[in-house]
């Protein structure tokens, strides 16, 4: 079953309201050390459990920017964008509502500490080989797929 989460807005020539029905689109940036691993965040915030650094796009902005932004917001690291993942868009990824997220690859300076903001309780880098049990919408899939990629180019 699909979620069908609407929302409205005013139509720019008549003020009247428009309800739209379309993903929301989000971001979510993969950063990994060696031999640290990949970080993550924990959510403050339903649904628990530890997530790749990420979040909505904003109005007016890009997902590029977004990507910048949110991994600043949640974890306090400054990132550079290296290269697009991919893009997950199962209905089902998000248990609360129909979501598309573009995923980046990102750095940033290795001496860079991450302290968790925002709506993430806490930041921390876990192996690939160890990652928590508890692993929010569809990142244990995006993690996997930087696995690959990781391996293809070794």
């Known amino acids: 079953m699909h979620k069908t989460r609407s929302f409205s807005c005013a139509c720019t020539r008549c003020g009247a309201a428009v309800a739209q029905r ?12 060696a031999p640290q691993g990949i970080l ?3 959510r403050g915030n339903p649904p628990h ?10 109005c007016g902005e890009s997902a590029e920017q977004a990507a910048v932004r949110e991994a600043l917001e949640e974890t306090g690291l400054a990132v ?27 750095e940033c300076d ?13 930041a921390r880098f876990f192996p690939l080989d160890a990652l928590p049990a508890d692993i929010a919408f ?4 995006i993690i996997a797929d930087f696995a690959k990629k990781v391996s293809r180019s070794a």
């Not at 989000?26 to 990994?32: C, E, F, G, K």
């Not at 459990?49 to 904003?58: K, N, R, T, V, Y």
């Not at 550079?80 to 990102?106: C, E, I, K, N």
Request: proline share 9%.
């Open 138 to 141: 569809d990142h244990r899939r």
């Open 22 to 33: 379309n993903p929301f689109p989000t971001v979510d940036i993969v950063l990994h050390r």
């Open 40 to 42: 993550l965040i924990e």
């Open 49 to 58: 459990g530890w997530a790749l650094p990420g979040g909505f796009i904003d």
């Open 80 to 106: 550079r964008l290296t290269g697009l993942l991919g893009v997950y868009s199962d209905p089902d990824r998000d248990p609360r509502f129909h979501t598309l997220s573009v995923a980046y690859t990102v």
């Open 110 to 122: 290795d001496d860079a500490i991450p302290c968790a903001g925002d709506d993430a309780r806490n």
